[in-house]
């Protein structure tokens, strides 16, 4: 928890200050005028100019062009922190982890899902010769929200398409997460003169393994790990808003509906499992769940249960309504326990690793 607080509120804080270092300097710099001692007359000027000679008088004459740089415009605040990648097992709450910080910025939010995609032209963009021509994910993404800076998160980058014959997907985003090069990022629906800046745009990454993301791709995000929930975290969750929302849900009430906390612990450790963030996942991922996905799954089954039961009794006066749920009940509404408990041995055992 004292993690997500931490991405949660060291961003928005570190924003605000630096933000509002840049709008002083701006301001002191508008402050700035230059200082002229005197003036010069007219003619005082023509005599001065005589005495120059011509080659150099047409030099000084001729107007001065001022130099193009190839960098974004100074006068527009532009933060440059590193890109942000959360990397946990399914259902820890990376997104939800994006959705606060959008929240505590005082940004507009706007998803990406990643998965899948494996044309080069849905991050770019479709030249506009085409039928059905349309502008690249970003581009989209900055349309529908209306404003220059807003958080975009990139779901599941390790789901992006590998290289094909349709283009390399992740090699289009390099440019896309690359802080000192997305102020003119090129949409080819727009066509080559007209660039998009990205620089104001916050961008913030998640995904479940490390194994498929490119190492170009990969160095320029800061990697953030997001363990799954302990035992008294996923009671604490369920507790506070699993259960009130599945409640909710279902058309009850917290008075029809009392769930207490040894029926919840059974429900965490006999019917939810923690498993980790790698090849294991794919093979294990219908047994076990590391988030609070199942959990509220669950507690789902456990509250329309009572719907049902709440509904009989309303039908048939004769049959009375009880809405607690002791752990006694909880085999009976979900059936056989999935996983059993490991408990520590008491004896030592010879040949017997602990």
Not at 38 to 63: C, F, K, M, V
Not at 272 to 300: F, I, K, N, P
């Amino acid at each position: 928890m004292r993690i997500r607080l931490r991405i949660q509120w060291y961003p928005t804080l570190i924003y605000s200050l630096k933000k509002q270092l840049f709008e002083e300097a701006l301001a002191r710099k508008a402050d700035e005028k230059p200082k002229i001692e005197g003036t010069i007359d007219e003619n005082t000027a023509s005599d001065l100019l005589e005495l120059i000679p011509d080659e150099d008088r047409r030099e000084a004459l001729r107007p001065s062009v001022p130099d193009v740089e190839d960098g974004p415009p100074r006068d527009v605040y532009r933060d440059k922190g590193p890109i942000l990648l959360l990397v946990g097992p399914p259902g820890v709450g990376k997104t939800s982890i994006a959705r606060s910080l959008a929240e505590s910025l005082g940004r507009k939010f706007h998803r990406i899902s990643l998965g899948g995609v494996r044309d080069e032209a849905e991050i770019r963009g479709h030249r506009r010769t085409y039928v059905g021509a349309l502008p690249g994910l970003l581009v989209q993404g900055l349309r529908k929200v209306k404003v220059a800076n807003p958080l975009i998160l990139l779901d599941e980058l390790d789901k992006v398409g590998a290289s094909s014959f349709h283009g390399d997907p992740s090699a289009a985003l390099l440019e896309t997460l690359d802080p000192a090069q997305n102020w003119g990022f090129h949409d080819h629906y727009l066509g080559g003169d007209v660039t998009v800046d990205l620089s104001q745009v916050l961008f913030i990454a998640t995904a479940n393994s490390l194994d498929t993301i490119s190492p170009p791709l990969l160095d320029r995000c800061e990697v953030i790990e997001c363990s799954g929930y302990v035992t008294d975290e996923k009671m604490a969750i369920a507790k506070r808003f699993l259960l009130p929302k599945q409640i909710k849900e279902n058309g009850l009430n917290e008075d029809l509906v009392k769930v207490d906390d040894g029926a919840v612990l059974k429900v965490i450790t006999e019917y939810t499992r923690e498993v980790s963030c790698d090849v294991e996942l794919q093979e294990r991922l219908a047994d076990g769940q590391s988030g609070v996905r199942t959990l509220e799954r669950e507690l789902g089954k456990l509250c329309r249960s009572k719907a049902v039961e709440y509904s009989k009794s309303r039908m048939d006066e004769s049959k009375a309504y009880s809405p607690c749920i002791s752990a006694d009940d909880v085999p009976r509404i979900l059936g056989l326990a999935r996983f059993d408990q490991d408990w520590r041995e008491e004896s030592y055992r010879p040949g017997v690793v602990t």
